[in-house]
């Protein structure tokens, strides 16, 4: 899967890396730890929140929106293809393929819209009217047209990717359906 994601003026371009083995989170303080600056200026992971009844009672979970996988900010993809190679032993967790890829701009602008500099999308809440969505609180608000599917019961919406084939996972409580 490549996501293409960049930005243009000196300023870093956005790459995903895959790892297999969901240890999204020892791969961000390792490429921060063990990468240099200049072939690393950030590396995060995306996040939404989502609603699950346990317990008796409904609570607020955070999930991964791209689960195996890493972003990194780099103004030398080059750099940083070399520094994670020399690097193997740290990132075994690859599984030895060429992981790493540019994000598209399209995907960026839709990332960074409906998560924002926090990289966290929280729940949106709407309802339907009609067979219609229209979200009326929350980072989904005006982008209805993006929703591919409604899981009520989950509480979540899959949104489809502009510029990709890929769907995305985001909070969403329908509170009425008329």
């Known amino acids: ?29 390792s490429c921060m730890r063990h990468l240099t600056g200049t072939a690393v200026k950030d590396a995060f992971c995306f996040t939404y929140d989502r609603m699950r009844r346990y317990e008796g009672s409904w609570h607020v979970e955070q999930r991964l929106m791209f689960p195996h996988y890493v972003f990194l900010e780099s103004e030398d993809g080059e750099r940083l293809a070399g520094e994670i ?71 979540i919406a899959k949104l489809e990717m502009p510029g990709s084939f890929r769907n995305v996972n985001v909070g969403l409580e329908i509170y009425e359906k008329v």
């Open 1 to 29: 899967m490549v996501f293409l994601l960049g930005m243009e003026g000196g300023i870093g371009i956005w790459y995903v890396l895959y790892c297999p083995d969901c240890r999204e989170e020892d791969i961000v303080r």
């Open 85 to 155: 190679k020399q690097y193997g032993k740290i990132f075994a967790v690859l599984g030895g393929r060429d992981a790493l890829a540019p994000v598209c701009k399209e995907e960026e602008q839709f990332l960074r819209d409906l998560c924002g500099e926090s990289r966290h999308s929280g729940i949106s809440k709407g309802y339907i009217r009609g067979g219609c969505t229209c979200v009326t609180e929350g980072p989904l608000r005006g982008k209805e047209r993006l929703i591919r599917k409604i899981d009520r019961h989950k509480r």
